[in-house]
């Protein structure tokens, strides 16, 4: 069974994207072992229809559209599947633990790759979550989008399985502890 | 040329207390779990006046950090939800630089310790910070506004950040309000430890 992955480069203050939903930052940075590994793994993708508007807008498409796997696209409005740069986006109404679950199925043995602010913070509240993937990058963007945000008290206990360091990328992957329950 | 340093524990998703910190819960709720893999050091006992813990990777890093410290620049609240737990003997013993917006007396503590108190800002804490430290460093402990207004003024030098494998998902966070970056930092260290990853940076400016 696959496992559910979030996975972000994130400025070391905490952003995926820069004012105005600014992506341009990230590409500087080289790529590196662990996102090859990521990317190579993955079964099934996905994403808020937020991310996905703004990818179209951009022209940049989850991992620049070299990983073909089935997309999941999470909306409130319904939609016929789509085909674009050789991806096929399907578009899911009913929440985020249907789509992963239908991402999951997708992806067979391999893993899923949770791309989004929103979708990743609603998959960690909802102990979807099975690992947290970071490549974190040496900046200070100050604004923008924040990838831990609206969590609320938790906490959520993490193990730090891995650890990949380029000459400026700090590649670093969590393990997500099952959380107690509360007394 | 002496340095402007700060070492801050933060969880994964930002935060170096939890939240409703106050004097009397310094760290906030939860916070306690940032400062976990401090506490049994040896490096980290010894300026608090505890005796044994462990000497290993991390204990040389915390006493790496702390070893060419020539003064403290300290924010009010960091100041404030710490003196009542530091007592007559504070772990600091180095002259403190307080940022702060009344006047008060200097006060001399035990062990090398003594807190002066600054109203006009933090080039000024600086500048006094750097005449009591010489060619040692200025180290900046927090709280997170004390760090903010350092980086947002450009005179931080170095940051280590002491990455704990959590998300607390509410509390103080260290990056918040520094304005508009992008400010670059270069990597200069990664220790990777069990329990926490010791990241440090420069600041280019």
Redesign the interface.
């Known amino acids: 069974m696959g496992k559910v992955i979030i996975h972000a480069t994130m ?4 952003f995926i994207a ?2 105005h939903d600014d992506m341009e ?1 990230v590409f500087k940075y080289s790529s590196d072992s662990m996102a090859d590994e990521i990317m190579r793994e993955t079964g099934a993708i996905v994403l808020g229809k937020r991310t996905f508007d703004i990818s179209l807008k951009n022209n940049q498409l989850p991992y620049g559209a070299t990983v073909k796997v089935p997309q999941f696209v999470i909306t409130n409005e319904a939609q016929e599947a789509k085909s674009i740069g050789g991806l096929v986006f399907t578009f899911v109404m009913d929440g985020v633990p249907h789509a992963i679950e239908m991402a999951k199925a997708a992806a067979g043995n391999k893993n899923v790759s949770v791309l989004g602010a929103s979708i990743e913070q609603q998959c ?1 509240k909802a102990q979807l979550a099975d690992e ?1 993937v ?1 490549h ?1 990058a ?6 923008g989008i ?3 945000d609206h ?10 399985t891995e ?1 990949v ?1 380029t000459a ?1 990328i ?1 590649s ?1 992957r ?1 393990r997500v502890l099952k959380r107690r329950r509360s007394t | 040329m002496s340095k402007v340093t700060s070492d801050l524990s933060m969880s994964l998703d930002g935060f170096i207390a939890g939240a409703l910190d106050s004097p009397e819960l310094p760290l906030g709720e939860g916070g306690e779990r940032l400062h976990q893999w401090l506490y049994d050091l040896a490096s980290w006992r010894e300026p608090h006046g505890l005796t044994g813990g462990q000497t290993n990777r991390d204990s040389e890093v915390f006493d790496e950090s702390f070893r060419n410290i020539g003064a403290v620049v300290m924010g009010k609240r960091m100041f404030n939800h710490g003196e009542p737990q530091w007592g007559d003997n504070p772990p600091f013993h180095v002259p403190v630089f307080v940022l702060s917006h009344e006047a008060r007396d200097r006060v001399v503590k035990q062990g090398g310790t003594t807190f002066t108190f600054v109203r006009d800002g933090v080039a000024s804490a600086l500048a006094q910070a750097r005449a009591a430290a010489g060619d040692r460093d200025v180290w900046v402990p927090g709280g997170a506004a004390a760090v903010q207004q350092f980086i947002a003024a450009g005179l931080l030098d170095e940051m280590q950040i002491h990455l704990v494998p959590v998300l607390l998902g509410d509390g103080v966070r260290l990056f918040d309000s520094i304005g508009a970056g992008p400010i670059e930092l270069e990597r200069i260290r990664v220790i990777e430890s069990p329990g926490v990853t010791h990241l440090q940076f420069r600041i280019v400016k």
């Open positions: 400025s070391l203050d905490g820069g004012p930052w960690l947290i970071l974190l040496p900046v200070l963007l100050g604004e924040r990838l831990f969590l609320g008290p938790l906490p959520i206990e993490l193990e730090r650890a360091t400026d700090t670093l969590f």
